[in-house]
Structures are given as C-alpha cells and as structure tokens.
C-alpha cells in the first residue's frame, strides 16, 4: 500500500512548454484534489474529483486541465507554462476515514 | 504558552507545555474538519478529523474542539514535543471540495 504517489519530484519549464504531472493512489479512494501551494502559504485547491469520470474546478483552475478516466489516477496538465505557476503542487485523496496527501512536486517555470 | 481565541500566524511553546492553535472556518455548511501537519520540504499530515455533529475529538496527545456557533476550530496538543514544530493547517470540506485555513507555524523552544 504506497498511498498516494506524485511524479515527478522536480521540475524545471521554459515559459510556453507544457507537462502533466501524476499523481495515483491504490486506496480505492473516490475523492481526489490538486492543489498549489506558493512559498510561505496555504494550500489553494485546482481541481477536484469525486469519482472516475467526474471532475470540477476548484478555486484556481486557470491554466490547468484534469481528467478522471480511473479512479487510481487523476493527472494535471499545464498546457503553456508561465512563471506564476511556478509552484509545489500536491495531490490528495480522501476516503472514509483517511485521507493522503503526496509528496509533492515542485515546478519551476523560467 | 498558549494562545486561545484569534488565529495567529505564529506560535512559540515551550517544550512540555500545551499549544492550542485556532482556525476559524467560513462555510456554516461544512460538515467536516481535518487538521494537518506540514514539515518543511514535505506533504501535509493527517492528525485528527471530526464532523460536524460532534464538538470534541481527543487522539494521541491532541484533542480537536469544534464551535459551530463562532464557526471556530482548535486543535490542542499535550506536553509539545520538539517534533511538533511544523506548519499546521486546518480544512473544511463542503460539498465535496477541502478548503485550507491559513496556516500556524508552531516552534518548540527546547
């Protein structure tokens, strides 16, 4: 039982390029989160998904994308890079009395 | 030390005191709350949850205290210990999103 996992750990971006970062968890958790967290600050939600199939904008949504084909697996994709999404990014799943978050990964877009 | 009613950014307990850290919530519809634990570098770590029809959860050496009426939350930690120095973050979940309070950076003087 790994919990949840992330990749990749770090990052560097050039301004326009763009990635997906992954994220799964083998608890067969339907809740599922991505969130930022900018130097020094809280945890602003992404997206969220409840369920394989079905996912929602959370507070910061812009420049990202998400797809919930599984219920391991719920990536995110920045398709053009910009500097102010360089960020630690962490993805999170919640079940019935648990809850994970990964280790994160760090992006930097120069 | 402790510190008992306002949200502070910042808290300094001696080691083998209490620390009480506050959060208060936004949403009067949340039906559950969950603190965390952030070390440097890492993922936030579960500590204790409780829902909204209960006042007062108790763990290991914490107890999570829930006023509804003030929209208030706490999380107290018996006899601090130098590795509870972290940032500590409090959630509310509402209809299905999990939203992070601003977080209380605590450090343990030995």
């Given amino acids: ?110 | 030390g402790e510190s008992v009613g306002l949200h502070l950014p910042t808290l300094s307990v001696q080691e083998g005191d209490n620390s009480i850290i506050n959060c208060a919530y936004s949403n009067s519809a949340s039906d559950y709350f969950i603190w965390y634990k952030q070390e440097s570098g890492k993922g936030p770590q579960f500590i204790i949850d409780i829902r909204s029809n209960m006042d007062k959860r108790q763990g290991q050496r914490v107890t999570v205290l829930l006023n509804k009426t003030v929209k208030h939350l706490s999380l107290q930690i018996a006899a601090t210990q130098p590795g509870d120095s972290a940032v500590y973050f409090c959630a509310e979940k509402n209809d299905y999103k999990l939203s992070f309070g601003a977080g209380t950076t605590v450090t343990v003087r030995a």
């Fill in chain 1, 1 to 110: 039982n790994a919990g949840v996992t992330q990749t990749p750990k770090f990052r560097i971006l050039k301004i326009g390029q763009s990635m997906t970062l992954q994220c799964t968890q083998d608890m067969n958790h339907n809740y599922m989160y991505w969130y930022r967290q900018d130097p020094g600050m809280g945890l602003k939600l992404i997206y969220y998904s409840v369920g394989a199939g079905i996912t929602d904008k959370g507070e910061v949504p812009n420049g990202y994308n998400v797809s919930r084909s599984t219920t391991e697996d719920f990536p995110l994709r920045l398709e053009l890079a910009a500097p102010s999404q360089t960020s630690v990014y962490f993805c999170a799943s919640i079940g019935v009395h648990t809850q994970y978050f990964g280790p994160g990964t760090r992006l930097t877009v120069l």
